[in-house]
T-cell receptor, first 110, second 112 residues
Framework: QKEVEQDPGPLSVPEGAIVSLNCTYSNSAFQYFMWYRQYSRKGPELLMYTYSSGNKEDGRFTAQVDKSSKYISLFIRDSQPSDSATYLCAMTPEGDKLIFGTGTRLQVFP | DTGVSQDPRHKITKRGQNVTFRCDPISEHNRLYWYRQTLGQGPEFLTYFQNEAQLEKSRLLSDRFSAERPKGSFSTLEIQRTEQGDSAMYLC??????????FGDGTRLSIL
């Protein structure tokens, strides 16, 4: 079993929809949680960064961390075709090497 | 552009050849990381440096792989005697201590 599990998708939604992306993990030592967006043939781009539990909002993006359930989520409101990409969750216990999920491929159609 | 820079963007080589990749981190970042990503997978950690010191190496980093960061600035990753299984995207990231990592656009390695 992988330390971080993420549904690979693909997830296909219409423009304007609310998108929910999720990861589960097994290592209770994880303290730092991140979401990255990756376009084809590009490097991961940091979207959200959270330390410990709670919610964080930035524009159309909201990240949630539930350490008791070992579950993290990313919500995208008013999704746009430009949001079509692969979304990677990542986490680390001490702020150094990242453990990534496999990524969820999202397609937003007009 | 003040982001993480990687060179080359794409490297094609024959099996058995040696290759070297370069990463220039964001200038004020003291940490530099190397990851490998294959198709349909998330990046996997290879190694990282704090300043010029190499602090951790993954068991994925066989003895054919070596990384250096000689002056605590740019880093190089060398693969000797390349194999088909080395074909992947090699990603570099940098950060300040306990801050989020920022990635470059990677070097895509293709082994013929």
């Amino acid at each position: 079993q992988k330390e971080v599990e993420q549904d690979p998708g693909p997830l296909s939604v219409p423009e304007g929809a609310i998108v929910s992306l999720n990861c589960t993990y097994s290592n209770s030592a994880f303290q730092y949680f991140m979401w990255y967006r990756q376009y084809s043939r590009k490097g991961p781009e940091l979207l959200m960064y959270t330390y410990s539990s709670g919610n964080k909002e930035d524009g159309r993006f909201t990240a949630q961390v539930d350490k008791s359930s070992k579950y993290i989520s990313l919500f995208i409101r008013d999704s746009q075709p430009s949001d079509s990409a692969t979304y990677l969750c990542a986490m680390t216990p001490e702020g150094d090497k990242l453990i990534f999920g496999t990524g969820t491929r999202l397609q937003v159609f007009p | 552009d003040t982001g993480v820079s990687q060179d080359p963007r794409h490297k094609i080589t024959k099996r058995g050849q040696n290759v070297t990749f370069r990463c220039d981190p964001i200038s004020e970042h003291n940490r530099l990381y190397w990851y490998r990503q294959t198709l349909g997978q998330g990046p996997e950690f290879l190694t990282y440096f704090q300043n010029e010191a190499q602090l951790e190496k993954s068991r994925l980093l066989s003895d054919r792989f070596s990384a250096e960061r000689p002056k605590g600035s740019f880093s190089t990753l060398e693969i000797q005697r390349t194999e088909q299984g080395d074909s992947a995207m090699y990603l570099c990231a940098s950060s300040s201590t306990h801050q989020p990592q920022h990635f470059g656009d990677g070097t895509r390695l293709s082994i013929l």
